[in-house]
C-alpha cells in the first residue's frame, strides 16, 4: 500500500533525513516538496527542493557524492520523511567537506547550570 505523505502542514514541504544505510549515522537534513518526492522516487537518488533558489537539486548531481535511495519510510503522521541511503563518490556529504552534515557540537546544559553549581 502507498503511504500518502502530507505536505500541506509545511506549506508544501516535508522534511527529509538522510541516514547512511551501512551504520545508521545522519548525514543531512533536506526539504522535499511533492515533485522532489517524486523525483527521488523515479530516479532513486535524494532529490530535495531548495528554499533559497527555489528549485529543486539533486544532492551530489556536481559532486559525485549521490545519495542512491535503499530504503525510504515516513514517520507516524506522514509529514517527514527518512531515506536510507549508499554515498556514492568519495563518500563526502556536507558541503563543508565532512561525511556528515552533522559536526558542530552543542551545549546540553541548561543556561546557568555553571552559576548554579559554583554558588552552593
Known sequence: MEQKIDFGKMQGLAPA???DAANGEVLMLGFMN???YQWTLNTGYVTFFSRTRNKLWMKGETSGNRL???SASTDCDSD???FRVNVEGDGLVCHE???S???KPLSTQPA???LQESTR
Open 17 to 19: 533525513i538522510v541516514q
Open 34 to 36: 511533492t515533485e522532489a
Open 68 to 70: 542512491k535511495v535503499v
Open 80 to 82: 517527514a520523511l527518512l
Open 97 to 99: 567537506g565532512t561525511r
Open 101 to 103: 552534515c552533522f559536526t
Open 112 to 114: 546557568g547550570a555553571g
